[in-house]
């Protein structure tokens, strides 16, 4: 077997990104084969046909967001100051730069449920680890002392999960700026910091 004459990641990258802008529906074999530099053939004997390069997209998406989630939120220490950054970060388009993007499983969600049950599953399974790791975080801030006791560390992670899916879909509307920023000061009024 032969070497491949491309980088598969960079491709499956690229493919990602095509999908992310256009999704599923909209996007077409000739613009995946123009946009990650192969052609058809080399595609279908490396990612299979468009069904399975969305769904490798989609599972490599969902890896690198959740990562990316991790490390803002890990750059503080602090509760409160670790989801001000991470809310004016995907203010800033987060991971991908671009606010007018959103979040591809937010995205598939929005396009393919219910009629796609296994996107589906992966995209909602993607989001109650997002709920974890917020609620993990949280119970840190009880631990510490900085949250104030009492509070629903699950159900918190549960509200700031849907303030941050609906950040992302507001953004790509391109909101002034005063408009995010309220946003992003009420939603954390939902951390109520220890006295």
């Not at 990104?17 to 084969?33: D, H, N």
């Not at 602090?78 to 937010?106: I, Q, R, T, Y």
């Not at 009629?115 to 974890?132: D, S, V, Y």
Request: aromatic letters at 8%.
């Amino acid at each position: 077997m032969r070497p491949r004459a491309f980088d598969e990641e960079q491709a499956l990258d690229a493919a990602m990104r095509v999908f992310w802008e256009k999704g599923y529906e909209a996007t077409s074999l000739s613009e995946l084969t123009e946009k990650m530099n192969i052609r058809k053939p080399s595609l279908y004997a490396a990612f299979g046909d468009k069904r399975e390069l969305f769904g490798r997209s989609l599972d490599r998406y969902m890896a690198k967001h959740l990562e990316y989630m991790k490390r803002i939120l890990e750059q503080e220490r602090a509760v409160v100051p670790a989801f001000k950054s991470l809310l004016n970060d995907l203010a800033e388009g987060g991971s991908a730069g671009d606010p007018a993007l959103g979040c591809l499983a937010v995205l598939t969600l929005d396009e393919l449920a219910p009629q796609e049950a296994e996107w589906t599953e992966k995209a909602w399974a993607h989001q109650l680890r997002l709920a974890e790791l917020f609620c993990n975080k949280i119970v840190e801030g009880l631990q510490s002392g900085e949250l104030a006791q009492g509070q629903d560390a699950e159900a918190l992670g549960h509200a700031l999960l849907a303030s941050v899916i609906g950040l992302t879909v507001m953004l790509k509307t391109l909101p002034n700026a005063a408009f995010i920023e309220s946003t992003i000061t009420g939603t954390l009024t939902l951390l109520k910091e220890a006295k």
